[in-house]
Antibody, heavy 123, light 109 residues
């Protein structure tokens, strides 16, 4: 059974960089699209982006200038960095495993999720 | 940017049928997925490729799609089905950027 676990600081100061790591256990990090999704308190889900195990990335255009997702296959981990954060970046951040089914009709989607970690941006 | 539109809330009595809709211009070309999120928990996939049910998901959950609208149906809704439901897809441009609907709060009481 694949499990994902987010880790990182729960409090980040405005203008600083948010850094989170997701550790994958129970399966290899190869051949999937490792994704980050966030959810501000009381609001809906927002896709942040993904990284393929080989290193190619795809980001939400609204966050692209501030987001970097990286992968460390030797540690079965992938990471999120979000720079110049403001209070609007306060959210529960989820990591998830993404799959491309290979059918042109099928978008890439998420089958396993971490439990999520709350990151608060405040001085 | 591409958007998926859902009603903010749906309310039914236990045993009734709940229907949650999701509209998007690319849905004739891209499948819809549905996630259930209970309070304080991570989302769980309940429907994939418009109408398929993952193993372990009760048969009362079903999905359909017609034109620009996908629908999640819960036949004989139970109190434990009370949750937020999100549709998910991507646009048809081939950019593979994920998009979630705004979410629908299902109340069963």
């Amino acid at each position: 059974q694949v499990q994902l676990q987010e880790s990182g600081p729960g409090l980040v100061k405005p203008s600083e960089t948010l850094s989170l790591t997701c550790t994958v256990s129970g399966g290899s990090i190869s051949s999937y699209y490792w994704s980050w999704i966030r959810q501000p308190p009381g609001k809906g889900l927002e896709w942040i982006g993904y990284i393929y195990y080989s290193g190619s990335t795809n980001y939400n255009p609204s966050l692209k200038s501030r987001v970097t997702i990286s992968v460390d296959t030797s540690k079965n981990q992938f990471s999120l960095k979000l720079s110049s954060v403001t209070a609007a970046d306060t959210a529960v951040y989820y990591c998830a495993r993404g799959i491309f089914p290979g059918n042109p009709l099928s978008p890439y989607y998420f089958d396993y999720w971490g439990q999520g970690t709350l990151v608060t941006v405040s001085s | 940017s591409y958007e998926l539109t859902q009603p903010p809330s749906v309310s039914v009595s236990p045993g009734q049928t709940a229907r949650i809709t999701c509209s998007g211009d690319a849905l004739p070309k891209k499948y819809a997925y549905w996630y259930q999120q209970k309070s304080g928990q991570a989302p769980v996939l309940v429907i994939y490729e418009d109408s398929k049910r993952p193993s372990g998901i009760p048969e009362r959950f079903s999905g359909s799609s017609s034109g620009t609208m996908a629908t999640l149906t819960i036949s004989g809704a139970q109190v434990e089905d009370e949750a937020d439901y999100y549709c998910y897809s991507t646009d048809s441009s081939g950019n593979h950027r994920g998009v979630f609907g705004g979410g629908t709060k299902l109340t069963v009481l």
